[in-house]
């Protein structure tokens, strides 16, 4: 349990990482697809957030099957092993509707697993 509060904070800490990138270069789509520095920025977040959900326990992932732990596991290896090339449309998608979701689920679960 221990590791996975780690993880989770990791989680967050990269989610916020992300939400500092939107901030600083801007909320517009037209600028991420067009800046190389915005989009290597948050794709390294992403990495390490698959990093991380690679490394959860089976219990928190189990008990949480609303979250697309695999999905998002194997966006990270999309984005290493750059399987073709990285769709930056899905990437400005993610990083502006998917993460939101993954850092409030994620503290919510951190919430539920140091109250046991």
């Not at 990791?10 to 992300?18: F, G, L, R």
């Not at 609303?66 to 596991?73: L, R, S, Y």
């Not at 750059?82 to 930056?88: F, L, P, Q």
């Amino acid at each position: 349990m221990k590791n996975d509060q780690l993880l989770l904070n990791k989680i967050i800490e990269c989610c916020n990482d992300i939400e500092e990138c939107i901030e600083f270069f801007g909320n517009d789509e037209a600028d991420f697809l067009e800046s190389n520095i915005y989009q290597k920025s948050c794709a390294f977040s992403i990495i390490q957030i698959g990093e991380a959900v690679k490394s959860l326990s089976f219990g928190v992932t189990n008990d949480n099957r609303d979250i697309p732990w695999k999905d998002i596991a194997g966006f990270r290896d999309v984005i290493v092993h750059n399987y073709g090339a990285v769709n930056k449309r899905y990437l400005w998608k993610t990083i502006t509707n998917l993460v939101p979701e993954l850092k409030e689920t994620c503290g919510r679960i951190l919430v539920d697993i140091s109250s046991e």
